[in-house]
């Protein structure tokens, strides 16, 4: 007992004890640090990386956009700012003082720049956008300056302007770095992968307080690619200044040999420069309330009812259903009456006994009445998907509207009602719920006198080589044998006659349609009487020349009135232009862009 | 290896060879890579130390039995001192200005403890021992200088002081129950320690508890250390290529932090070597300390032996994020005078112990 009492108090004992504890203590610490340094090292050295290393882009030049003939529609310019890296607030003022003796900067910016270095961003942007003058004058005092420096970016510039705002769009910097573009609208969104190149970017190693160290890696930005355009630039100003006179509308030229899209244009315009080079607030407000909506491209992103131009479709439909023969005859009294009301044609006198060719000449509304019901509403809505009405053309630019065909499904779903007679009459002369956008109309021409389903427009060059017409989507030719030389026969002795009857020849066919009912006192009253908002849209689409035909025009002049006295002429003046007036230089410009 | 030295000696130090040499390549790393000012200022106080080492084995051992009352107070004074006129220096008032260098008594106070009890300990017989009056004195011993430590405020010391102090009475021969019992009682009677920590001592602990508290403050200094130790993985980033030390992610990379900053551009290899020689030191301090002839020696270095681990499971455990931090230094790796001093003194003390026995056994 007392031996063991002593063995326990002795000094050996205990010293023992406590070195068998610190080797539990030693091994807890080597298990500690096998933890940090083995089972966690990868955790730790990805935070270590993240905490020493920061990436930051290089934003590659990017592409511009080019006409067919060579005429640039969007480039970059350069441009110069100054730069401060983060500073404390003594270097701060001390900067700002000199640079305020260059620079006119208000009490506001100068304060709310101070709010931005307390923010400790790695650098803030005193001045974007320097004139030569302040580069200059920045220039002289920069050694004086701690941590300021002057640095280029480029910037989104479209030389031309108005002319290509729906076609080219727009590109603006984005909210995080304003050198960077990204595109809104038009080309510039559709195409904004391409434009915008790979991006590059810089590895620097920073320290604790953020601090550049060194360059670890970089990597080089590759450029973006150039977006050639179907588009030729004069005709293309020909045809906006031309349309330029009416207050609202839209044009599209085709070249009916390959689908390119020759000219585009939608009235009111803007200008793109606003939108990637920053506004006023004031100037904003004008784009954006504007009541023509010039930022809407009327040509793809809005619809409307065709009118007249329908009847194409349906005639078309009609003969290749054998409801009726070109040489059948249908009295016109100037009106037909369905249940309880009368639906009266455009010409209220009556146009008398009409067959298929006289009744598009005249465009005879009571005819149209006749073998739509015939027809039913089923069938021309296959004819028209067939002409490719009711969907996307597919053309190069974003938010394209694909117009719209009523069916009885359609009906069913938005209005929760069946589907009346009376509403496949209005259909069959393009009006009631049946809408299409200008770009439609020409391609369902395009279709026609391609003779093939797979006609399509294009805007970008080259994008489509290669690409033959499948021969199972042939549109029977004898029928269309006939429609082409009714349309032809509106030009010289139909509805067009008066602006369209010219020596190459164009067929074509007019189209007025209603945007309201017509109340029983404006019976016969002018256009230019009514409304503004209230008159009819005008519309022409037309082929010329006669017969090897090579260009589709389609001209839509929104509450223009009339389509034979207000579209008509102006889609007369673009096959003028295109095959009477071949200015010399344009040619070889235009072989030197094939080329 | 000098003659005058006894033979054992050469485990000692080729171990206190390998500890300098890392001390040397992790202050040189830590002052950027450059042989100037700082770096050479720790190289001259190795130097010093080294001879401050020579000079305490020379002196016969007997010297140090007779002369451990006044070692301790005077360091004890200068405790006083410091409370009284001291230097402030971050917050704490822990040095002594001595117009040519300043001073840090707390630091050879653990070495004054610690000769002091073995002092008081060496000519007690069994029976005394076991008398719980005859614990009287060093209690009051140890009580004091911690007292006066936490008032600088440093709490590191004084937890090693008083733990160094509880080792020795323990070694002694106290009532083993009874010893157990004031342990027990005093873990119970902790909590309420916590009403006399300053505010700086209680967001440490709370920090440590939980160290998303305050990320971007202590548990900042943490989260870094850790991330730099772990990003050493197994041999570390290569030598002066630590980037979380190189670009100062780092707090006190010099000092309480060099073990941070020597695991990660050594890794698990580095880190587990100076933890194996710091246990090969202390060893052979507890070997020395059985060899021992008197009570005195074996209890001086038993408890240098002690003190020394102490400071280094303290220090790297602290470092890794397992202990608050308190602010232990990691012997000779540390940037600092006064614990590198005191150190090499108790490196000196055994060797001179060692020579005793080999005196006295030849």
Redesign the interface.
């Known amino acids: 007992m007392f031996d063991q009492q002593?063995r326990?108090?002795?000094?050996?004992f205990?010293?023992k004890v406590?070195?068998e504890i610190?080797?539990a203590?030693?091994t807890i610490?080597?298990i500690?640090?096998?933890r940090?340094?083995?089972s966690?090292?990868d955790?730790?050295?990805l935070?270590?990386?993240k905490?020493?290393i920061r990436l930051a882009p290089i934003v590659p030049r990017r592409g511009r956009i080019v006409t067919a003939d060579g005429e640039i529609v969007a480039t970059n310019i350069c441009q110069y700012k100054l730069v401060m890296e983060r500073s404390d607030a003594k270097t701060f003022r001390e900067n700002m003082k000199i640079i305020r003796q260059c620079l006119t900067i208000s009490e506001e910016d100068a304060a709310s720049l101070n709010e931005a270095r307390r923010k400790k961003y790695p650098f803030i942007i005193v001045k974007d956008r320097l004139s030569w003058e302040e580069y200059s004058k920045l220039s002289m005092v920069l050694f004086k300056l701690n941590g300021v420096s002057i640095t280029n970016t480029y910037s989104r510039n479209y030389p031309v302007g108005p002319e290509f705002a729906h076609i080219a769009g727009y590109a603006s910097g984005s909210s995080r770095d304003a050198s960077i573009y990204n595109g809104k609208s038009g080309i510039e969104h559709y195409a904004n992968e391409q434009l915008r190149g790979k991006f590059g970017n810089i590895q620097t190693?920073?320290?604790?307080?953020g601090k550049r160290?060194k360059i670890i890696d970089s990597l080089e930005p590759t450029v973006g690619e150039d977006i050639i355009l179907t588009i030729d630039s004069r005709l293309q100003k020909y045809v906006y200044d031309t349309l330029s006179l009416e207050r609202a509308g839209a044009a599209v030229v085709l070249d009916l040999s390959s689908g390119e899209v020759l000219a585009m244009v939608s009235i009111p315009s803007f200008d793109p420069n606003l939108f990637s080079q920053g506004m006023t607030k004031t100037q904003w407000q004008e784009v954006t309330g504007n009541p023509m909506f010039p930022l809407i491209n009327r040509a793809v992103n809005c619809s409307y009812p065709p009118g007249s131009i329908f009847k194409i479709v349906v005639a078309f439909a009609a003969l290749c259903e054998g409801i009726i023969s070109p040489k059948d005859r249908i009295y016109c009294s100037g009106g037909i009456k369905l249940e309880d009301r009368v639906f009266h044609c455009w010409n209220r006198a009556g146009h008398g006994y009409m067959n298929l060719t006289d009744a598009l000449r005249f465009s005879c509304d009571c005819y149209f009445f006749e073998i739509s019901r015939r027809l039913g509403i089923d069938r021309i809505v296959g004819y028209a998907e067939k002409l490719g009405l009711g969907s996307e053309t597919g053309l190069e630019l974003p938010t394209e509207n694909s117009g719209l065909l009523p069916t009885r499904r359609w009906k069913f779903l938005h209005y929760g009602t069946t589907w009346k007679p009376y509403e496949t009459m209005l259909a069959g002369i393009g009006q009631g719920a049946l809408l299409a956008t200008p770009l439609q109309l020409a391609t369902m021409l395009g279709k026609i006198y391609a003779g093939n389903t797979d006609f399509s427009p294009t805007l970008i060059k080259n994008q489509r080589k290669n690409k033959k017409f499948d021969i199972k989507n042939t549109l029977d030719s004898r029928h269309l044998t006939i429609i082409k030389d009714a349309l032809r026969q509106v030009c010289t002795s139909g509805t067009a006659a008066r602006s369209c009857n010219t020596d190459y020849g164009i067929s074509g066919k007019t189209g007025s349609s209603q945007v309201k009912k017509i109340k029983s006192h404006e019976v016969g009253m002018s256009q230019s009487r009514i409304p503004w908002k209230w008159r009819d849209h005008a519309l022409f689409v037309g082929c010329a020349p006669v017969p090897n035909s090579r260009y589709v025009v389609a001209v839509f002049v929104e509450h223009g009135g009339g389509g034979a006295s207000v579209a008509a002429p102006i889609a007369r003046k673009i096959f003028d232009w295109l095959l009477l007036t071949t200015p010399p230089e344009k040619k070889s410009q235009r072989q030197d862009a094939n080329e | 290896m000098n003659k005058n030295f006894p033979n054992e000696c050469k485990i000692l130090f080729a171990t206190l060879f390998l500890l300098l040499l890392m001390s040397f390549l992790g202050q040189y790393s830590a002052f950027g890579g450059q042989l100037e000012g700082s770096t050479l200022q720790h190289a001259g106080r190795i130097v010093i130390g080294l001879v401050v080492m020579c000079g305490v084995y020379t002196v016969n051992f007997r010297f140090w039995n007779n002369f451990a009352y006044l070692f301790y107070a005077f360091i004890f004074a200068s405790l006083i001192a410091v409370d009284l006129a001291g230097t402030v220096k971050l917050g704490a008032k822990r040095w002594v200005d001595l117009y040519f260098f300043t001073f840090q008594p707390s630091e050879p106070m653990k070495l004054a403890l610690i000769l002091a009890l073995a002092r008081y300990y060496s000519p007690l017989s069994?029976f005394e021992?076991?008398q719980l009056r005859s614990h009287t004195l060093p209690v009051l011993f140890t009580i004091l200088p911690v007292v006066l430590v936490l008032r600088q405020p440093d709490l590191g010391t004084a937890v090693l002081l008083a733990a160094a102090g509880c080792?020795m009475i323990?070694?002694?021969?106290f009532?083993?129950k009874t010893f157990v019992a004031i342990i027990a009682s005093f873990v119970v009677l902790c909590p309420f320690g916590w009403f006399f920590l300053h505010d700086y001592q209680k967001n440490r602990i709370l920090t440590f508890i939980d160290p998303d508290r305050d990320q971007l403050g202590m548990g900042y200094h943490i989260l870094?250390s850790?991330?730099?130790?772990?990003?050493?993985?197994?041999w570390g980033r290569g030598f002066l290529q630590g980037?979380?030390s190189?670009?100062?992610?780092l707090p006190e990379k010099n000092t309480d932090f060099i073990f941070t900053t020597i695991?990660e551009e050594f890794?698990?290899a580095g880190?587990?070597l100076i933890?194996l020689l710091f246990?090969a030191l202390?060893?052979y301090f507890?070997w020395v300390?059985?060899e021992s002839r008197t009570?005195f020696s074996?209890?001086t270095c038993?408890g240098l032996g002690?003190s020394l681990?102490l400071h280094v499971?303290v220090n790297?455990?602290m470092v890794?994020g397992?202990l608050p931090v308190v602010g232990v230094p990691l012997p000779f790796l540390s940037y600092g005078g006064s614990s590198m001093i005191s150190f090499m003194i108790s490196c000196g003390l055994v060797i001179a112990a060692s020579g005793q026995k080999r005196v006295v056994s030849t």
């Open positions: 002593d326990k108090n002795d000094i050996k205990r010293a406590i070195f610190i080797l203590l030693s610490s080597v500690n640090l096998y940090l340094q083995i966690n090292a955790k730790y050295l935070m270590s990386n905490n020493r190693e920073v320290n604790a307080t160290v | 069994q021992v076991e080792c323990f070694l002694s021969g009532p083993l870094q850790k991330i730099a130790i772990g990003s050493g993985r197994l980037t979380q190189k670009l100062d992610f695991s890794g698990f880190a587990v933890l246990l202390c060893s507890f300390a059985s009570k074996k209890l038993y002690i681990f499971f790297i455990s890794m397992v």
